[in-house]
């Protein structure tokens, strides 16, 4: 069974652009949660989407936003980028909300932001 | 805000040695606790899960919950150099976000051979 796969698997960017990275949940999963980790605040929780309705929103700000889509892949958009946005952005999937203990990580979108 | 803390390390043991990784909640009603190992430059793997106090044994990996505590550990015995990584405590509270995991900031294990 094919694992979570995420797009691209490195970016650079410049400050003011905005960016879309990808995420295909492992086949028949249908809950998708996306996070960023970075050196200084470790893993944080942006949203969570399940049958395509976010569920769950970390604190961040507006400029990042999500969608997912019928067949439970997932975009996650961040706007206006700045420095600090730097980041390793990882989607999870599991089965449903309720399958928490099967939430398998993807390998992540290394973004750099100049 | 709730809080998922873990002891900030590193840690070093030997191979063969007994690992102990330690992590406590903020949240009384968090329900469910897992263990990831990620590897430098790789995402989290989920190597534990555990619902219930007590223990939960998984080859050479076990997990102790105390709820009343609000206290989790991961035991890796007869450490191996491949066990080198950082382990991070998750925590998920359910209710409303059921679909979330509080993560710890993890703690880096080496163990020398």
């Known amino acids: 069974k094919a694992g979570v796969t995420q797009t691209p698997r490195y970016l650079i960017k410049t400050r003011g652009q905005q960016v879309t990275l990808s995420c295909s949940p492992i086949s028949g999963h249908r809950s998708v949660s996306w996070y960023q980790q970075t050196p200084g605040q470790g893993l944080q929780f942006l949203f969570e989407y399940f049958s395509e309705t976010q569920r769950n929103k970390g604190n961040f700000p507006g400029r990042f936003s999500g969608r997912q889509f019928s067949n439970s892949r997932s975009e996650m958009n961040v706007s206006t980028l700045e420095l600090g946005d730097s980041a390793l952005y990882l989607c999870?999937?599991?089965?449903?909300?309720?399958?928490?203990?099967?939430?398998?990580f993807g390998p992540g979108t290394r973004l750099t932001v100049t | 805000q709730k809080e998922v803390e873990q002891n900030s390390g590193p840690l070093s043991v030997p191979e063969g040695a007994i690992a102990s990784l330690n992590c406590t909640y903020s949240d009384r009603g968090s329900q469910s606790f897992f263990w990831y190992r990620q590897y430098s430059g790789k995402s989290p793997e989920l190597i534990m899960f555990i619902y219930s106090n007590g223990d939960k044994e998984d080859g050479r990996f076990t997990a102790q919950l105390n709820k009343a505590s609000q206290y989790v550990s991961l035991l890796i015995r007869d450490s191996q150099p491949s066990d080198s990584a950082t382990y991070l405590c998750a925590v998920n509270t359910g209710g409303s976000t059921l679909g979330r995991l509080y993560f710890g900031r993890g703690t880096q294990l080496t163990v020398w051979p």
């Open positions: 999870a999937s599991s089965l449903s909300p309720a399958k928490t203990y099967e939430q398998y």
